[in-house]
Structures are given as C-alpha cells and as structure tokens.
C-alpha cells in the first residue's frame, strides 16, 4: 500500500486545496466590487459569486480535509507495518 495510495492522496489534497483556496480567495476578494458595485454585471456575476465560488471551496476544502485523513492514516499504518504480508 506503499507510495500507490500515497501518492493519489496527496495529489488528491493538493488539488482539492488549490481549488478550495482559489475559490475562497476569488469569493473574498470580488465582494464588495459584485455586491456593492456590480461592476461585472448585474445578472451572472452574482449568480457564480453567491453559488458557485461558495459552493466549490466547501466542496474543495472538505474534500482536503477528507484526504488528509485518509493520507495520515495510511501513513501511520505505513509505520506500524499494517498491510503487510505475512508468512
């Protein structure tokens, strides 16, 4: 179970960080300029601001959060020898 679980994981929660992150950062930061202003229009920005940009970093970082889990547990069961064969 070595570097073959590992390695998706990690890759996994790499992405899902990035995509959460982006997101939330996008979200933040075009706030007050869709709100407030409108200043990228008044019909769809607010639309993929309010639903979209806020639904994909809860879905990104609870992904993360999952696949840290599923990382360390792999790792602490790469330590304690789990998983491997015996004779």
């Known amino acids: 179970i070595r570097y073959q679980v590992v390695r998706p994981l990690s890759w996994g929660l790499g992405v899902s960080l990035a995509i959460g992150g982006i997101c939330w950062a996008l979200e933040m ?3 007050s300029a869709v709100i407030n202003y409108q200043q990228f229009g008044d019909d769809w920005a607010p639309f993929v601001w309010r639903y979209m940009l806020h639904s994909l970093w809860h879905a990104g970082t609870a992904m993360a959060a999952m696949l840290m889990i ?17 004779l």
């Open 29 to 31: 930061g075009m706030c």
């Open 70 to 86: 599923q990382n360390l547990i792999t790792v602490r069961a790469m330590q304690m020898g789990w998983g491997r064969p015996k």
